[in-house]
């Protein structure tokens, strides 16, 4: 269940443009736009942490992104995971798939639905420009998954 408490896009969306439009992975700066972590997020800890912007170092934004899956050799840069060793990472080099900002629990959902909802044909015309001719093999099993799913 999302934060009942949720940001509103016509508040932000002048940022978050502005966010989503920078070649650096997005997670940190939309999850500092966000209302914080929610009580109904299932994180167990004994500290509470509603409302709390900070990341959790979690390690979604990491695990999630396509540029560390292609290039798995970046990963040594740091053992850290969190979104700032993610931005150390991958740099200006991002794919802008926003894929970091829908695993993040921190960030609202109203504005997860937002990049979703205006953001995803951007999303796939920037990944093919990325990938190479030996990138195919990232698209086949995005193909097959869609297919199969």
Avoid: W
């Avoid at 396509?66 to 850290?80: D, F, N």
């Avoid at 969190?82 to 900002?101: F, P």
């Avoid at 995803?120 to 001719?133: C, D, F, I, S």
């Amino acid at each position: 269940m999302p934060n009942t408490r949720q940001t509103d896009i016509a508040d932000v969306l002048d940022v978050l443009e502005r966010i989503l439009d920078i070649s650096e992975p997005p997670v940190a700066r939309c999850r500092l736009l966000s209302s914080g972590f929610g009580p109904s997020h299932t994180l167990k800890t004994e500290a509470e942490l509603t409302g709390t912007r900070a990341c959790l170092g979690c390690g979604n934004c990491v695990d999630i992104c396509s540029l560390l899956a292609r290039e798995p050799a970046r990963l040594q840069k740091t053992a850290q995971r969190t979104s700032l060793a993610l931005e150390t990472m991958v740099g200006t080099d991002c794919d802008r798939c926003y894929a970091c900002v829908m695993s993040c629990p921190q960030v609202d959902t109203s504005i997860k639905h937002y990049i979703v909802k205006t953001r995803t044909v951007e999303q796939m015309k920037h990944l093919l420009e990325r990938l190479g001719p030996t990138d195919d093999y990232y698209l086949d099993a995005f193909l097959e998954e869609a297919e199969n799913g």
